[in-house]
């Protein structure tokens, strides 16, 4: 790939043929109106991937291809959408379906999270006691205020492991979990954001990788929905979140997007970094972590531009491949682009979803109140069920479950927590 190549397609540009001060005027006065109408490139790209033969695909690129569509569709309040990925994952619920075949990775164990995000919006306790294996997989002989055993300070782990715990803590509450996630964000902090606010690839890999940040900023974005405001470690995640927001500012692109490396303008043009930047300024800015004066003209500019790179196939494109850590920076000038990646359309409805305002539908991200202290009674669970050593899921009744609650083992056989156990039983 020559530095600076951008491929060229047939895109869906919803301000084309509008006078350029128009186009000013609608987005940075204009208000819901105009944003509503910039949600039309989500659904095609919403709706491709919901007819896509890998929207079951436990893979972590495709995992949070179909996490975007449950965000957007939610955002906007698309409850066909969400049914259809509902519907579409039955097959790894209540089949005897094995999760131990995926976990041992922090990006395999991102598996989880789409059954966790479903919990959230169906309450089919199914979906959180298959995510939970993979959340107790990460931890398995490892104290929680440390980082998980899949670590590698590749800055990619601080989405696919903190925002699985990130998850795992939404849905029951407990405190653990919300503990693993801060202590994981926080070590990545110290070992990988810079004096400038951006973080480096890897410990490595001392180069500022576009989609690498994006993990960040949307890691430390989901994390900061859903934990504690009292959480000791919330503040440095806060502060880390808003330096890396205010170094996002200073590489910014004059068109509003960013490059594939973020402090290297004749890099490539990168979607899959930026429509997750949006996601995070975005929701920095509903949420009030960062100034209106500051971000709002910024996150708007990037939005607009973004919205333009969807072709006519509903493709998201300029999205770089996956990328493993490299040597030296050309290696991340010459990765290639490609049309319709997930990492891409992920990105993408994340960032959809962030920027749905209210009215006519588009209600913004909605996040249930998490519990400060799980409900803890006796009793059983209507409906509930329980995994063997090897995983697979057994009637509450068989002999291996523990009486009167749920139980979930580690991976290797060995005794899991019974936190699931009465846990459920207020709701």
């Not at 502060?239 to 004059?254: F, I, N, P, T």
């Not at 990168?270 to 910024?298: H, I, K, N, Q």
Request: charged content about 20%.
């Amino acid at each position: 790939m020559v530095r600076g190549q951008r491929r060229s397609s047939g895109c869906i540009k919803p301000t084309a043929g509008l006078p350029p001060a128009l186009i000013v005027v609608l987005w940075l006065v204009g208000g819901a109106g105009a944003r509503a109408q910039n949600m039309q490139p989500c659904r095609v790209v919403m709706k491709r991937r919901l007819v896509s033969d890998y929207l079951t695909s436990t893979a972590y690129f495709d995992v949070v291809a179909a996490y975007g569509c449950l965000l957007f569709a939610e955002a906007v309040g698309d409850s066909g959408a969400l049914r259809t990925v509902d519907s579409a994952y039955q097959r790894f619920v209540g089949s005897g379906y094995s999760p131990v075949e995926e976990i041992g990775s922090g990006d395999r164990n991102a598996a989880g999270i789409l059954p966790l995000q479903l919990h959230h919006l169906f309450g089919n306790e199914e979906y959180l006691a298959f995510g939970y294996v993979f959340a107790e997989d990460e931890f398995e002989g490892v104290p929680d205020d440390s980082v998980s055993r899949y670590s590698r300070f590749w800055v990619d782990d601080m989405y696919t492991i903190g925002v699985l715990q990130a998850k795992a803590y939404e849905g029951i509450g407990e405190q653990r979990y919300a503990d693993r996630c801060a202590y994981q964000l926080a070590a990545y902090i110290d070992v990988l954001q810079q004096p400038n606010g951006l973080f480096h690839h890897t410990a490595n890999a001392p180069f500022f990788w576009g989609r690498g940040n994006g993990w960040a900023a949307a890691g430390l974005t989901e994390a900061l929905l859903v934990l504690p405001g009292d959480h000791p470690r919330r503040g440095v995640l806060l502060e880390g979140y808003r330096k890396l927001a205010g170094g996002l500012l200073s590489v910014q692109d004059d068109n509003g997007m960013w490059h594939q490396v973020l402090d290297e303008p004749g890099s490539y043009v990168e979607t899959s970094c930026s429509g997750m930047f949006v996601f995070a300024l975005a929701t920095g800015l509903a949420r009030g972590w960062l100034s209106e004066a500051v971000f709002r003209e910024p996150l708007e500019a990037a939005w607009q531009s973004l919205s333009g790179y969807v072709n006519d196939s509903g493709e998201v494109t300029n999205v770089c491949i996956g990328t493993m850590e490299g040597k030296r920076v050309e290696d991340y000038f010459d990765r290639p682009i490609e049309d319709g990646d997930p990492h891409g359309t992920a990105a993408f409805l994340w960032a959809g979803a962030a920027m749905a305002e209210p009215g006519s539908g588009d209600r913004g991200i909605v996040r249930r109140p998490v519990r400060s202290s799980p409900g803890r009674v006796g009793g059983r669970i209507p409906g509930a069920l329980s995994f063997t050593p090897a995983g697979r899921i057994l009637p509450l009744n068989s002999p291996r479950c523990m009486p009167g609650g749920w139980y979930v083992t580690t991976v290797s056989g060995k005794p899991g927590r019974a936190f699931l156990q009465g846990a459920l039983g207020r709701r």
